[in-house]
């Protein structure tokens, strides 16, 4: 059985280059022919160890195919490699007017409710987010290439309070099938 | 569909090699054992051709408890040793089954760590024990069909099953000697069943709706690899739902008349009848012979019986929306496949058509799809079948995570993360000199410790003793293939080391669930702010905690007399704000006595530190950087 080395990095196992850009294809393709090698299924009956063994190793492929799939913890690992620690990350200062802008549209998503259509309004409010979380994307990848690590870990941070509200938006669909029913 | 040809010419592997695998559906109402046979999968029947093995174990007999449908004829002379439905029990704590059990006529008896049993003439029965008895049949009914030993077993479970009712069902394949190769999602397995063409490619909603519960699955099938994508359902919401409405309707024609328990039970048998024919006819006599006394017939017709079940209907579509939702598709599904007596309503097909624009799948009889793909993949797992087969990929259907202070939970592993999954979190201690670490594991969607299923408890010990916050607890949490948890907690400074794995022993009622689900998305902001007072409140007491210890250790030695009394005057205000409501006051005042209390924590920290370290050897160290 051939076992990924665990001193690669995540880009390694799934043999792509170290970017933010990251062909989704490939990284499917290469998950799968992993798993079709380390999944516990292929040793369900081998002897106990080589079970245990491929129950960390296919949960680590897992792992790092969760990490690199989706932009903000593949756009976050990549600063790790680049040996910034989540305090350097979490301490970046985000400008105020930002922030600003946060509570504006907190607010506004709190009051979706009372719209007339509040299921046409949560649509546009999710599409609205989704073009800022496009531009940090471009964002953090031009400052990610350039080096400029700093405004790098910048974009990460305005991102994780979008997807926060992105969330949020998400736990206010679920309340709307809800009472629909 | 091309469902019956497994292997292809020539690939089969010699017969001596051939190993006998078996899938076993264990459903609520009835149960099926199912094989692959020279390249082609079917259902093994009894010796007299029969295929459904009614979930039904009469206990009467001393010397033998009898299964099946001999077991269901005597359900009506001697209901308290008919044990029926055991589905429902299994994990569950005898505080939580108490109403399902007085629905159904059963004694139950108080059985180890608050699990139920049930008391029958031939002595107490645990639900494990009355499953046991189902598999050994369908156990025998395989030895004599396919000839020999059984080298493996699948049994399948609904997607929705928590971790102590996927341990019960494997404690019962145990007790009759199975060697259980996977515990499988039934939606899964019928996916699995449809799926065959491994050339197949596109995505699959599988929409099941049995006797008690609905699941609904959304997969991908790319290259022999299924990987479920996301799944979602209600634990309480089946065919028994439809039949009370039905019943809710006749009681209110006939003028609301009180019913004994008896004709209660009489008139839902009769909805049911009602109801299973109303599938192929468009209006039906529901006969009233000893729900009334008068008797006679009330005629319910198509129309009526949709009007009363689609607000059921509508809610089974709510969660397909949410499902689809978190499965984050690109494009549509492609196909959509029904499982489960309840999906032969026509308005379940219309509804779910409608729902998802395609014509449901039915080529495979409902009632077998879910055995039927448990003994393809046991084929596959006991190694009859070439490389390259089909590989499934799933996903844990309810957070796992553990307590933090104030009774919050925090999760580590999210639903619908695909397994195994093994995911680690940073802990620390709260108070000063603090030496163990209670570690307590919960299951659930909601933020608060007494609204999620509390799965095993454990304690770390001898962390050495530090300043509040400077220990280093990593709990890692394993989730195996078969959906079931292991967690190990470890300090990192000095290695202390402990794990369970987690066996749950008491448990919630399938109604709890449900509503422990549906409150995760309705309390999303109600749980938000009582999520902040119970935070800083949990914060402001650790402050005030932490800073006396320290003050008592400390004070006299590292602050002057000046800087003491200021920390102990704010000290004393937050007290008095820790007991009120006012999330944002507190917050800043913890604000203020953090930044006072900064340089003094620092000098504190400094001291700490070097003391913990002195202890321990240049060479141990080098170890725990190692790992
Ligand atoms: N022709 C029919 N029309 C409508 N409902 C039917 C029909 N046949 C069976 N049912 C219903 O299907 C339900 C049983 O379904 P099934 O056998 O799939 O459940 P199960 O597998 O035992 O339960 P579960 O999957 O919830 O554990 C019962 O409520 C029964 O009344
Ligand atoms: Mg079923």
Not at chain 2, 569 to 577: F, P, R, V
Request: net charge negative; hydrophobic share 45%; aromatic share 4%.
């Amino acid at each position: 059985m051939s076992l990924p080395e665990l001193q690669k990095s995540y880009f390694q196992l799934f043999d792509l280059p170290e970017n933010f850009a990251l062909d989704q294809a490939q990284l499917g393709e290469r998950y799968r022919e992993l798993q079709k090698e380390l999944h516990p299924d292929r040793y369900a009956s081998g002897s106990a160890h080589e079970q245990r063994l491929a129950v960390q190793y296919s949960a680590l492929i897992n792992e790092a195919y969760a990490t690199l799939r989706k932009a903000l913890p593949r756009a976050l690992y990549l600063l790790k490699l680049a040996g910034m620690s989540k305090e350097d990350i979490s301490g970046q200062k985000v400008d105020g007017s930002f922030l600003m802008a946060q509570m504006d549209l907190r607010e506004n998503l709190m009051m979706l409710d009372e719209t007339g259509d509040p299921e046409a309004a949560l649509e546009h409010f999710v599409t609205e987010i989704d073009v800022d979380v496009k531009q940090l994307h471009r964002e953090f990848s031009r400052a990610f290439s350039a080096g400029e690590l700093t405004s790098a870990a910048g974009a990460c941070v305005k991102l994780q309070y979008l997807e926060k509200l992105l969330e949020e938006a998400e736990q206010m669909e679920s309340r709307l099938i809800d009472n629909q029913n | 569909m091309a469902l019956l040809n497994i292997a292809e010419p020539g690939q089969s592997p010699l017969p001596h090699q051939i190993k006998r695998a078996i899938g076993i559906d264990l459903g609520t109402t009835n149960s099926l054992v199912a094989a692959v046979r020279a390249g082609s999968v079917d259902i093994l029947p009894d010796e007299i051709g029969v295929m459904m093995l009614p979930s039904v174990v009469n206990y009467t007999d001393v010397r033998r408890p009898l299964v099946g449908a001999g077991a269901l004829s005597l359900a009506t002379q001697h209901p308290a040793d008919t044990l029926m439905s055991v589905k429902r029990f299994m994990g569950r704590g005898s505080r939580d089954a108490v109403a399902d059990a007085q629905r159904s006529h059963y004694h139950l008896a108080d059985g180890e760590e608050g699990l139920v049993r049930f008391i029958t003439s031939s002595g107490e029965r645990s639900p494990v024990e009355v499953s046991a008895d189902i598999l050994r049949v369908l156990h025998q009914r395989a030895l004599a069909t396919l000839g020999g030993e059984i080298d493996g077993a699948v049994i399948t479970v609904p997607a929705y099953f928590d971790e102590a009712q996927r341990q019960a069902t494997k404690d019962a394949a145990t007790l009759v000697g199975l060697r259980v190769l996977r515990l499988m999602n039934e939606p899964t397995a019928a996916a699995v069943a449809y799926g065959l063409d491994a050339a197949e490619q596109g995505v699959i909603a599988v929409y099941d709706l049995g006797g008690g519960t609905f699941d609904i699955s959304i997969l991908r099938l790319h290259k022999g690899v299924f990987e479920v994508l996301a799944i979602g359902g209600d634990t309480a919401l089946g065919g028994d739902d439809l039949d009370a409405a039905l019943a809710e309707w006749v009681l209110q024609h006939c003028g609301s008349p009180a019913l004994a328990p008896g004709q209660y039970r009489q008139l839902h048998a009769a909805a049911r009848a009602a109801k299973e024919r109303l599938s192929d006819e468009v209006a039906v006599d529901l006969d009233l012979t000893g729900v009334l006394p008068s008797g006679g017939a009330v005629q319910v017709t198509r129309e009526t019986f949709d009007s009363l079940i689609e607000p059921l209907v509508k809610r089974t579509l709510g969660a397909c929306r949410r499902c689809l939702r978190d499965a984050k598709l690109d494009a549509g599904i492609d196909n959509i496949v029904m499982v489960g007596g309840s999906t032969r309503v026509p308005l379940v097909r219309e509804a779910v058509a409608d729902f998802f624009q395609r014509r449901p799948l039915v080529d495979i009889d409902p009632d077998q799809v879910v055995a039927l793909g448990a003994a393809i993949q046991a084929d596959i797992l006991v190694g009859n079948r070439s490389e390259g087969d089909l590989l499934l990929l799933d996903v844990i259907p309810l957070s796992l995570g553990i307590e933090t202070m104030g009774g919050l939970v925090e999760k580590i592993v999210p639903r619908n993360t695909t397994i195994p999954a093994s995911r680690a979190q940073e802990f620390t201690t709260y108070k000063d000199g603090q030496t163990a670490l209670a570690i307590h594991i919960l299951q659930g969607e909601r933020e608060m410790v007494s609204d999620c299923r509390s799965l095993a408890r454990f304690e770390l010990r001898s962390i050495p003793p530090m300043v509040a916050g400077a220990a280093r607890i990593k709990v890692t949490f394993q989730v195996d293939a078969d959906g079931l948890l292991n967690v190990s907690a470890r300090e990192e400074i000095t290695g202390a080391q402990t794990s369970v794995t987690v066996k749950p022993s008491f448990g919630l009622s399938d109604d709890e669930i449900t509503a422990m689900l549906q409150a995760s998305f309705s309390h999303a902001v109600e749980d938000k702010l009582a999520r902040q007072l119970a935070e800083q409140r949990v914060a402001g007491w650790q402050l005030l905690d932490g800073l006396n210890a320290a003050l008592t250790a400390d004070g006299e030695a590292l602050l002057n007399e000046e800087d003491r009394t200021t920390l102990a005057t704010l000290m004393i205000e937050l007290q008095a704000l820790l007991e009120g409501q006012d999330t944002a006051a507190i917050h800043s005042l913890i604000e203020r006595l953090g930044r006072q209390s900064e340089t003094f924590a620092g000098r504190r920290m400094d001291k700490s530190i070097r003391e913990a370290l002195a202890g321990i050897s240049l060479d141990s160290l080098d170890d725990e950087v190692m790992q």
